[in-house]
């Protein structure tokens, strides 16, 4: 009987040991970079083929893995897989598939700090960010093995005189998953485990400026003894495998995170029934946001501060729960700016590596030039008030 579910709580880095911790998991990551890193298809490590290169964006030439990219053939072939494979792992008992999460709760609670620090390099997360982030992904994993666990018995359903009704949830097939950049681990292993805890197989295409994260839970998939092929590991550009895998008729679900563009491709294509096809396709798309802040004149002032700091600089702005603008009844909206800017000041802008830096780099030269662009828009349209620079040339940091 497992105890009741209750959220992983967030490391307490005021404690010496909590910081000695992550600075000497930083240490051990930065000794690991540079490595090569296969495909995975039915638990076959390829490293043959063209290969992608993973970068550090504090420090943009600093190579942080080297990764065999997908080919259509790959493709292809990955997706016969995870349908073959979807025959043996849907009649697995659920509350096995369950017992294959809570497992990799332990390891990568344990792992937290190493987890954290990849979070750190390879995406440029401040020390909290990155703990979230774990933190997070752990509580997937917890919540839904239990959930698995729960909804693998009968479901009641709406009673009717003179019969006995009772609902199944039961597994779809092949799941395609396709995770951002900004949540490496947390969204990336809810979205997988998500659909291999209700018995579907899946084909892991990480994000490519997040890839070495997701290779750390494929290891931990593998440390579990996941059986071959129920997780397919293929990084590669969507635009050598995104359509292929998408199209598949073997493909049942596609679950994306990421750009509007991308989501509205994706939920075009899985609309067509392509030839072979049996079923109409399931997506979950999340396609970001563009979040506010309101405050009336009846507000906290240094509340709101605080919240419209937070939620503007975490992690960069890099979230679609950022706040991209403040809503501000005009009676106090001098005084609020005036305090926002205050706090803003404060934030020391610099290499994650170390715990002080409360914001890195963002994520590659592609984010970089699109937000400086936008601050000049911004200037010609408004009054900038603070900031809106380049902050050095070792990294993408504004």
């Not at 000695?20 to 990551?29: D, L, P, Q």
């Not at 080297?66 to 016969?80: C, H, P, Q, S, Y």
């Not at 009772?166 to 395609?176: A, D, F, R």
């Not at 939620?311 to 009844?329: L, P, T």
Request: hydrophobic share 40%.
């Amino acid at each position: 009987m497992l105890p009741e579910f209750r959220n992983e709580p967030f490391t307490d880095f005021s404690k010496p040991e909590n910081r000695a911790a992550m600075e000497a998991a930083i240490e051990k990551v930065h000794g690991e970079l540079g490595k090569r890193y296969p495909i995975v298809i039915d638990g076959e490590h390829i490293l043959e083929g063209d290969t992608f290169k993973s970068y550090n964006p504090a420090r943009k030439d600093e190579v942080i893995g080297e990764f065999t990219k997908g080919t259509k053939e790959m493709a292809l072939r990955a997706v016969d897989v995870a349908h073959e494979r979807f025959e043996e792992w849907r009649k697995v008992d659920p509350n096995e598939r369950a017992r294959y999460l809570i497992r990799a709760a332990a390891i990568l609670r344990r792992r937290k700090f190493e987890f954290a620090a990849w979070q750190v390099v390879e995406v440029s997360k401040n020390w909290a960010e990155a703990d979230g982030d774990v933190a997070e992904a752990i509580d997937f994993l917890e919540f839904y093995g239990r959930e698995m666990m729960r909804i693998s018995e009968p479901q009641p359903v709406v009673p009717y005189p003179g019969e006995e009704n009772e609902l199944y949830y039961v597994p779809l097939g092949v799941s395609v998953v396709i995770p951002p950049w900004n949540f490496p681990g947390a969204i990336m292993i809810g979205m997988t485990t998500a659909a291999v805890v209700t018995g579907n197989t899946v084909i892991l295409k990480p994000a490519s400026t997040a890839p070495t994260v997701a290779w750390k839970f494929f290891e931990i998939l593998e440390e579990i003894m996941l059986p071959a092929g129920v997780v397919n590991f293929l990084p590669g550009p969507g635009s050598a495998i995104g359509d292929t895998i998408v199209d598949h008729p073997k493909t049942r679900l596609i679950a994306f995170t990421g750009s509007k563009e991308i989501g509205l491709r994706i939920s075009n294509r899985a609309a067509q029934v392509n030839d072979g096809q049996i079923w109409i396709k399931r997506t979950i798309l999340e396609m970001g946001g563009k979040d506010f802040i309101l405050v009336d004149e009846t507000a906290d002032i240094e509340a709101a501060a605080d919240g419209i700091v937070a939620a503007a600089y975490g992690f960069q702005g890099q979230k679609c729960s950022a706040c991209s603008r403040a809503i501000i009844h005009e009676s106090i909206y001098d005084e609020l700016v005036a305090k926002v800017v205050e706090r803003s000041k404060k934030i020391k802008v610099g290499e994650p590596d170390h715990m002080a830096s409360g914001m890195g780099a963002v994520i590659d030269q592609w984010a970089y030039e699109n937000i400086l662009g936008y601050i000049e828009t911004g200037k010609k349209e408004n009054r900038l008030v603070l900031g809106g620079n380049k902050a050095g040339d070792g990294g993408w940091f504004i």
